[in-house]
T-cell receptor
Framework: AQSVAQPEDQVNVAEGNPLTVKCTYS??????LFWYVQYPNRGLQFLLKYITGDNLVKGSYGFEAEFNKSQTSFHLKKPSALVSDSALYFC?????????????FGSGTRLSIRP | KAGVTQTPRYLIKTRGQQVTLSCSPISGHRSVSWYQQTPGQGLQFLFE???????NKGNFPGRFSGRQFSNSRSEMNVSTLELGDSALYLC?????????????FGSGTQLSVL
């Protein structure tokens, strides 16, 4: 069975500092990995995804994520945090064993950027 | 292009009642999926519809059901509401419903069960 873990409920970073939001996954086949962000009173917005190819994936708003197969991780990163990055971040995984593979979300990490 | 639209935005119901939530996907999108978001359980997959057929289902009781119409609009129904059903219900759409596609989410319906 597939699963995804976000070990930190909250991450606090000062504006201008680099940030990392951690995600590890477990699938039986090849993982398709995603990051979504949720702002208050809104639905989720897609940030980036890893399907295949280059392990470093670049996404929206200056975010990037690194796929590490040996560590089964897909950490979200940004070189310089902005106050506007404060939001709830979800990592998600799909296991491509059929065209109907369902998506599993992590529990979410609340990112707080202080001025 | 209009985004994913969910109605109503807020709902208050009492235990034992039933409720229907509506989701209109982005024009041209054929896959609609539903999720329950709660502070304690996070974001959990309910079910996915593609071309009017339920293609996948999460681990929820039979009180939770859904359907999709020929215009891809979808409805979700919860019968015999329980206090624990209080949550934000999100729907998402994608064009072809394939695993590598990103999902487009609506703003959700906040359901409160009293």
């Amino acid at each position: 069975a597939q699963s995804v873990a976000q070990p930190e409920d909250q991450v606090n970073v000062a504006e201008g500092n680099p940030l990392t939001v951690k995600c590890t996954y477990s699938v039986s086949g090849n993982p398709y990995l995603f990051w979504y962000v949720q702002y208050p009173n809104r639905g989720l917005q897609f940030l980036l995804k890893y399907i295949t190819g280059d392990n470093l994936v670049k996404g929206s708003y200056g975010f990037e994520a690194e796929f590490n197969k040996s560590q089964t991780s897909f950490h979200l990163k940004k070189p310089s945090a902005l106050v506007s990055d404060s939001a709830l971040y979800f990592c998600a995984v799909r296991d491509y064993y059929s065209s109907a593979s369902k998506i599993i979300f992590g529990s979410g990490t609340r990112l707080s950027i202080r001025p | 292009k209009a985004g994913v639209t969910q109605t109503p935005r807020y709902l208050i119901k009492t235990r034992g009642q039933q409720v229907t939530l509506s989701c209109s996907p982005i024009s041209g999108h054929r896959s609609v999926s539903w999720y329950q978001q709660t502070p304690g359980q996070g974001l959990q997959f309910l079910f996915e519809y593609f071309s009017e057929t339920q293609r996948n289902k999460g681990n929820f009781p039979g009180r939770f059901s859904g359907r999709q119409f020929s215009n891809s609009r979808s409805e979700m129904n919860v019968s015999t509401l329980e206090l624990g059903d209080s949550a934000l219900y999100l729907c998402a759409s994608s064009r072809q419903g394939v695993v590598e596609e990103k999902l487009f989410f609506g703003s959700g319906t906040q359901l409160s069960v009293l």
